[in-house]
């Protein structure tokens, strides 16, 4: 089984700031590993995607999440954040082998203010 | 546009009353899920489908009853033994097992 600790439930931050949201995991199984992203009253969008390959990821607005398989971790980050970023954050783990159940942590709401 | 679609956006249940919501897809995915999303306690599974006529419970199946019929469509019943269901429901789904799922817009169920 996998779980996932996002160890920061909130996270303020000023416009044009850099920000990381982190996101460690656990698993006795080579996993994939997933950032979702979700605005008031909607469902959730997939911001990206580590299924193999190179270890860093990025989204087409500007995140990225690096897959560090030492620390199993999977931090979400973007240099400069913008108003519309305000949002909660999802990251998810799955098993890459078999049929196995989605994972999420419990998310990061990331407050944006001018 | 493919997309998941889900309704109604809000639902209203009374004592002792089942409810359905609706859940459709037209991205020809075989596997889809029902989450059930409570505040502070991220997302968890309810049921979920590899492919058509068959479902498996999730991590919280009791209180809740699926189908699955046909591909496109995965309604959810919320029966009356579900004690606490005031939520936010979110509909899934998936090209196969690991792949990125896609989510519906969500349902908020609420008691009178």
């Known amino acids: 089984a996998q779980s996932v600790t996002q160890l920061d439930s909130q996270v303020p931050v000023f416009e044009e700031a850099p920000v990381e949201l982190r996101c460690n995991y656990s698993?006795?199984?080579?996993?994939?590993l997933f950032w979702y992203v979700q605005y008031p009253n909607q469902g959730l969008q997939l911001l990206l995607k580590?299924?193999?390959?190179?270890?860093l990821v990025e989204s087409i607005n500007g995140f990225e999440a690096e897959f560090n398989k030492s620390q199993t971790s999977f931090h979400l980050r973007k240099p400069s954040v913008h108003i519309s970023d305000t949002a909660e954050y999802f990251c998810?783990?799955?098993?890459?082998?078999?049929?196995?159940?989605?994972?999420f942590g419990t998310g990061t709401r990331l407050l944006v203010s001018p | 546009d493919g997309g998941i679609t889900q309704s109604p956006k809000y639902l209203f249940r009374k004592e002792g009353q089942n409810v359905t919501l609706s859940c459709e897809q037209n991205?020809?995915?075989?596997?889809m899920y029902w989450y059930r999303q409570d505040p502070g306690q991220g997302l968890r599974l309810i049921y979920y489908?590899?492919?058509?006529?068959?479902?498996q419970k999730g991590d919280i199946a009791e209180g809740y009853s699926v189908s699955r019929e046909k591909k496109e469509s995965f309604p959810l019943t919320v029966t009356s033994a579900q004690k606490n269901p005031t939520a936010f429901y979110l509909c899934?789904?998936?090209?196969?097992?690991?792949?990125?799922?896609?989510f519906g817009d969500g349902t908020r169920l609420s008691i009178l």
């Open positions: 899934a789904s998936s090209q196969g097992a690991n792949q990125p799922q896609h």
């Open positions: 698993s006795s199984v080579s996993v994939y």
């Open positions: 580590y299924l193999s390959g190179s270890t």
């Open positions: 998810a783990v799955i098993g890459n082998t078999g049929f196995q159940k989605l994972v």
């Open positions: 991205l020809n995915h075989d596997a």
């Open positions: 489908s590899q492919i058509v006529n068959d479902f």
